[in-house]
Nanobody, 124 residues
Framework: QVQLVESGGGLVQAGDSLRLSCEVSGRTISGYGVAWFRQAPGKEREFVSTINYSGSATYYAGSVKGRFTISRDNAKNTVYLQMNTVRPEDTAVYYC?????????????????WGQGTQVTVSS
């Protein structure tokens, strides 16, 4: 059984930094892309960032590019999202998702396993 568990969320102030972790069990992630999505209150879930199977390629939504960094440690079966200079509009539940292939894009249909999410709240 594949499980994804996010952690690292919390309440921070605008301008602070936060690092989210996504630990995967039940499957070795070294052969799969992984992504982060987020869902703000009253809004649809949206793509944040994705990383390919080896970590050699990453892609970001325009709203987080230059502030967030996705990375992975395949030996630990864990993917990270470093969030710097956070803004109130980054407030959301953040989800990690495991792709069906070695690389995937921003389409949720590319991902077949999801975590339960971790809440990030940024105060102004």
């Amino acid at each position: 059984q594949v499980q994804l568990v996010e952690s690292g969320g919390g309440l921070v102030q605008a301008g602070d930094s936060l690092r989210l972790s996504c630990e995967v069990s039940g499957r070795t992630i070294s052969g799969y892309g992984v992504a982060w999505f987020r869902q703000a209150p009253g809004k649809e879930r949206e793509f944040v960032s994705t990383i390919n199977y080896s970590g050699s390629a990453t892609y970001y939504a325009g709203s987080v590019k230059g502030r967030f960094t996705i990375s992975r440690d395949n030996a630990k079966n864990t993917v990270y999202l470093q969030m710097n200079t956070v803004r109130p509009e980054d407030t959301a539940v953040y989800y990690c998702a495991l792709a069906r292939a070695i690389v995937a894009g921003r389409d949720e249909r590319d991902y077949n396993y999801w975590g339960q999410g971790t809440q990030v709240t940024v105060s102004s």
